[in-house]
Structure formats: C-alpha cells, structure tokens
C-alpha cells in the first residue's frame, strides 16, 4: 500500500450510493432504494528522489527548494556627448 512518507495519507474506504429512481419518480419505495457501494480511495502519490510523498507534501518540498530569486536592477544608459 502507498501512503506518503511525510504525512502518512494513504489509502481509505468510503462508502457511496447513486441516486435510483424509485416508483413514484424521485425516492420511490424501500424496495427499490439505491444500493450502497464500497470504494477505495487512494492518495496521489508520486515517487521524488527517491521518497513517496502526496501532492500536497509535494508541492511543500518543492517550495522550500526553489532558488531564491535575484533582483537584476537596470542600468541607465551612458548617452555620448556631441
């Protein structure tokens, strides 16, 4: 199973129904509810230098690394003299 290594978010179990249609047009009787489903939600992990770390962790890291910005100041032109 893939969990993040910073955080620790992995995979997790909802439970979910669609909406069904029942007799009388929107619920219907109890016979004909809407069944619910299990599904598994996994976390969007990707593979960076060599750890496992979510999108959001990700995106930390990443912010922290990025090289700080240089001002570049622009310099006036020198205008020759006739």
Sequence with gaps: MLTCQMCQKGS???SYSRHKKGSSGAGGTWALRAPIHSKTQRANIHHYQGMKLCTKCLRTIRKNIQPK???????IPVQAQV
């Design 12 to 14: 997790r179990k909802i």
């Design 69 to 75: 910005k240089v001002q570049i100041v622009p310099q």
